[in-house]
């Protein structure tokens, strides 16, 4: 349990699998002490993409450690859950130290992907080892122009159909994005003129984009699918009954859920898995959830007769379900809608507020909140830690006042270790 590199105490990990089978002598432990330590308030904090424990619990070290001394007199617990995620290494995390890699990175030219993201690749799709290669080579050499990125989209492809599709989806018509069924130069090029464009943004100039500048953000996206896909099965088969769990162990512990990126789709859908009658979890918070923001909707807007797969979950929490959002998320303001769109959909985008070119059909909650759920409420940052944060139903906050830093591609997706978001989360589970 105790961890002397954590900011906390107590503290426990929760380890799962990709198939949400949870590591039992750690379970075990949870389950014995957190009532003989007089926890009243349990915090169970999702990571979204990192490619190890280590860099999840500095997450979570760094996120917990103004927690005690903002609420002194809560009978805390902490709990931090591992899963089997990814991410690229050139992707920004505001205030965490750059890798070994990444520093290199700016000294001197390197491959397209490094060997921490190429064995990141290689953990999250086993046995692809030589259509990896290929896709490395390929990105170096950028070769045959339109031929080269249809080998090598069709390369990307093998990646995804590996093994079969995993997980469940945010809507049941959100199937495989088509960026991985359609054509892939189209997808390469889009992506490019994504990408150059948060590059205008930031004061550079460019000209036509070259679309094997797209081509690693295809690679990127099938990486981010399988994540998605997996999150959900973990919070689902794994999180879910052990949180049911917990409730015979230590029916007076008050469980608060915390999830970031694909952290947070996978604590929302760990609702779908707590056994009937469970009535421990208090709140649950989603730091920039990287979702479908009609996960919980009864009805969808452009097809009524759908429903969202969370659709009513947040009854299942005894308090409210906090999303917050901000606008400065790259990753989800403009890649998410780009690699969500179905099949049919043929309208191109160029600008950096992608979700805005394609509408509201492909947005992520990250980006604008819990959609298509009557009686959300709606707040800025001052008003939900002034005092306004309702005590049940969806709320969803913009917090885009603290979650702005960061560069491309993914902007400030994982600026999110804020004590302000800190505290959202004790207001969220009424925690003094």
Excluded at 81 to 86: D, E, I, K, L, Q
Excluded at 158 to 166: E, K, M, R, S
Excluded at 170 to 199: K, R, S, Y
Excluded at 333 to 359: K, N, Q, W
């Amino acid at each position: 349990m105790a961890d002397p590199g954590m900011s906390v105490t107590p503290y426990w990990e929760l380890t799962f699998d990709a198939d949400g089978d949870v590591a039992g002598p750690a379970r075990d432990r949870l389950l014995a002490q957190v009532t003989d330590r007089g926890v009243r308030d349990l915090i169970v904090f999702a990571h979204g993409w990192n490619s190890d424990r280590s860099s999840a619990t500095a997450l979570y070290r760094r996120f917990f450690a103004p927690v005690p001394k903002l609420a002194p007199k809560a009978r805390l617990g902490y709990v931090g859950v591992v899963w089997p995620s990814m991410r690229f290494s050139d992707e920004p995390i505001p205030d965490f130290p750059r890798s070994v890699a990444a520093v290199e990175a700016a000294a001197e030219p390197r491959p397209a992907l490094d060997k921490d993201t190429r064995r990141a690749l290689l953990e999250t799709f086993p046995g692809r080892t030589t259509v990896l290669d290929q896709l490395a080579r390929m990105l170096d050499d950028r070769p045959d122009g339109v031929r080269g990125l249809a080998e090598f989209g069709r390369l990307v492809r093998l990646l995804l159909d590996a093994d079969g599709p995993q997980g469940v989806a945010d809507t049941d018509e959100d199937g495989e994005p088509a960026v991985f069924a359609g054509d892939p130069v189209a997808a390469c090029e889009e992506f490019a003129g994504a990408l150059a464009a948060l590059d205008a943004s930031g004061g550079a100039a460019f000209g036509v984009p070259n679309p094997w500048e797209g081509a690693k953000e295809l690679l990127r996206q099938a990486a981010y699918y399988r994540m998605k896909r997996r999150a959900g099965t973990v919070g689902e088969r794994g999180l879910g009954p052990v949180l049911g769990r917990l409730a015979k162990a230590a029916p007076g512990v008050r469980v608060h859920l915390v999830g970031h990126s694909f952290g947070g789709r996978l604590v929302a859908f760990a609702l779908r898995g707590l056994p009937a009658g469970v009535e421990t979890v208090k709140s649950v918070t989603l730091l920039q959830g990287a979702f479908s923001h009609y996960a919980f909707a009864a009805r969808l807007p452009h097809a009524p007769d759908r429903s969202g797969a969370l659709k009513d979950r947040q009854r299942r929490v005894d308090g409210p379900l906090v999303c917050c959002y901000s606008r400065h998320d790259a990753a989800l303001g403009t890649f998410y809608p780009l690699a969500s769109r179905l099949a049919g959909d043929d309208r191109s985008c160029a600008g950096h507020e992608i979700a805005a070119v394609l509408g509201p059909r492909w947005g992520a909650l990250g980006h604008d909140g819990v959609q298509a759920v009557p009686g959300t409420a709606r707040l800025d940052l001052a008003a939900a830690l002034g005092g306004s944060l309702p005590a049940s139903g969806c709320v969803n906050v913009d917090a885009a006042a603290v979650v702005r830093r960061g560069g491309a591609p993914s902007g400030a997706h994982s600026d999110i270790v804020h004590p302000e978001l800190a505290r959202v989360v004790l207001a969220a589970g009424r925690i003094a």
